[in-house]
DNA sequence: AAAGTGATCATG
DNA sequence: ATGATCACTTTG
């Protein structure tokens, strides 16, 4: 079943670990791949350091302060293109990272093969026919961990338990 | 351990 | 216009 709205609405908190065990779906050329989601990371609202929206709204920020339910990609250190799920209610910047899918653990390499780069920032993931995600039922274990790569943030953000590793789950 | 790589943002 | 920064990956 493919995820709705009112799935992405929720708060960033709430869907990163909800999204764990879920099939991201990507249409290339009319190849269809779905794989699980194993690694989601929380960037959430301007007073988390970590986030892309502490420095506030900016040309590249905006989108996270859409309502939830669109893609957020950007190119990271000039190579790796990162994708997001832009998540909760309108004007409250927060996003759940995609780190990891089954056969592909890191950022940067999922969206190289699923061929995710900036022209689907913004994608609306409830009506794509190109990216979108489902449920088939997955229940997922996991473990919490801090978050990678972000030591520029304060030390307060740096340790919250923001990152959701899948570890084991069964079809229901 | 460190390079490679380029969009983004703050400064001038 | 310029320079610093950066939610990563690969190589040695």
């Not at 609202?45 to 709204?57: M, P």
């Not at 996991?142 to 570890?167: M, Q």
């Amino acid at each position: 079943m493919k995820l709705g709205k009112d799935f992405y609405t929720k708060r960033a908190t709430e869907l990163a670990p909800l999204l764990l065990g879920k099939l991201l779906c990507r249409n290339i050329d009319g190849k269809i791949i779905k794989k699980r989601i194993t690694e989601t990371e929380i960037y959430f609202g301007e007073n988390d350091s970590a986030c892309h929206a502490s420095r506030g709204k900016t040309e590249r920020t905006k989108i996270l302060y859409e309502e939830g339910g669109i893609a957020y990609v950007y190119l990271c250190y000039g190579i790796h293109h990162l994708f997001n799920v832009v998540t909760g209610l309108k004007d409250f910047p927060e996003a759940v990272l995609i780190r990891g899918i089954e056969g592909y653990q890191g950022p940067g390499k999922l969206t190289k093969f699923l061929n995710i780069d900036r022209a689907l920032n913004g994608e609306d993931l409830v009506n794509s026919d190109k990216l979108w995600i489902e449920d088939d039922g997955y229940v997922a274990k996991y473990i919490t961990t801090p978050r990678i790569g972000i030591d520029y943030a304060s030390e307060e953000d740096r340790k919250r338990l923001w990152r959701f590793v899948l570890t084991e789950g069964e079809l229901k």
